[in-house]
């Protein structure tokens, strides 16, 4: 929750040319639009040549120049790396090159990468594709990960920003809340706090009725769940901030409340890759 004005960070989206990948443009550049953030188109050649990239690109511009027409995207090849690499490198380089030309009270924001759930690969019945599979297992900037038929069209005024909130090695994942209270509060959108709680299998054999354990359990973690957001609706007093403490599995609790969400934020991790297959709305990994 740092005081520093941040420049917006450069939005990059990694473009195959097949339909699966229209989504991922639409939402790159809506987010472009909304955050007043420079947008990059950038495409793995395959060893076909620059100049088919470079006609892949101008096409997926043209597109964006239909959805969003004051946005002026540049283009970028990738033609020795691989796409995932290519865009962490790229993005890297784009932060680089931002850090350099801000000085003062505003800083060079964080690039953030976006791809389809799937590409032009012919393993039909991956759920996810190799460059988003890798991307989200990886190290690297925040990945947005866009279903294949996502319309922004779709998405509701009062959808909310889903977060998965719980607790990672004891300490709150604030990356995950900070991308997620951000955004509500730049979207005008309420916020779905997830936490997930377990009991001990000990405490479970420990001579209590289980609607006893239980109902200890739960109350315990709607406790730590609001005391983990209330610096959090102190900060941003704007916005609606509901909390779900739940028993369920995390992904299967996540995917539920994200259905209808505008976007769901969930730190790296095993929970993290296994929702991006299967959410309904775009998921950022942070």
């Known amino acids: 929750m740092s005081a520093t004005v941040q420049a917006p960070g450069p939005v990059l989206v990694g473009v195959d040319g097949s339909t699966r990948n229209a989504s991922?443009?639409?939402?790159?550049?809506?987010?472009?639009?909304?955050?007043?953030?420079p947008l990059v188109l950038v495409h793995d050649d395959g060893g076909s040549g620059e100049a088919a990239g470079r006609a892949t690109l101008e096409r997926?511009?043209?597109?964006v120049a239909r959805i969003e027409r004051q946005l002026r995207p540049t283009i970028q090849v990738l033609t020795a790396h691989g796409a995932a690499v290519g865009l962490v490198e790229t993005a890297h380089e784009l932060e680089r090159a931002g850090r350099q030309q801000h000085s003062?009270?505003?800083?060079?924001?964080?690039?953030?990468?976006?791809v389809g759930r799937r590409g032009a690969g012919g393993f039909r019945a991956m759920n996810l594709g190799s460059t988003a599979r890798r991307l989200v297992h990886q190290d690297g900037?925040?990945?947005?990960?866009?279903?294949?038929?996502?319309?922004?069209?779709?998405?509701?005024?009062?959808?909310p920003v889903v977060v998965d909130a719980r607790?990672?090695?004891?300490?709150?994942?604030?990356?995950?809340?900070?991308?997620?209270?951000?955004?509500a509060h730049r979207e005008q959108r309420p916020v779905v706090a997830v936490s997930v709680w377990s009991v001990p299998p000990e405490q479970a054999r420990a001579?209590?009725?289980?609607?006893?354990?239980?109902?200890?359990?739960?109350?315990?973690?709607?406790r730590e769940l609001d005391e983990r957001l209330q610096p959090w609706?102190?900060?941003?007093?704007?916005?609606?901030?509901?909390?779900?403490?739940?028993?369920?599995?995390?992904?299967?609790?996540l995917l539920d409340q994200a259905s209808g969400a505008e976007l769901l934020v969930v730190p790296r991790g095993v929970t993290g890759c296994a929702v991006v297959e299967y959410a309904d709305c775009p998921v950022i990994v942070v």
């Open 233 to 253: 609706r102190t900060a941003y007093p704007s916005v609606k901030v509901v909390a779900v403490a739940t028993d369920r599995h995390p992904v299967a609790a």
């Open 104 to 114: 003062g009270q505003s800083a060079a924001g964080t690039a953030t990468v976006v």
């Open 24 to 37: 991922a443009v639409a939402w790159a550049a809506a987010e472009a639009a909304s955050s007043s953030a």
């Open 60 to 63: 997926a511009a043209a597109e």
């Open 167 to 183: 607790c990672v090695d004891g300490e709150p994942d604030t990356p995950a809340l900070a991308a997620a209270m951000a955004r």
């Open 141 to 159: 900037p925040p990945t947005v990960v866009v279903p294949t038929g996502w319309d922004p069209a779709t998405v509701e005024p009062s959808a």
């Open 207 to 222: 001579g209590r009725s289980i609607a006893q354990v239980w109902a200890e359990y739960a109350d315990r973690a709607e």
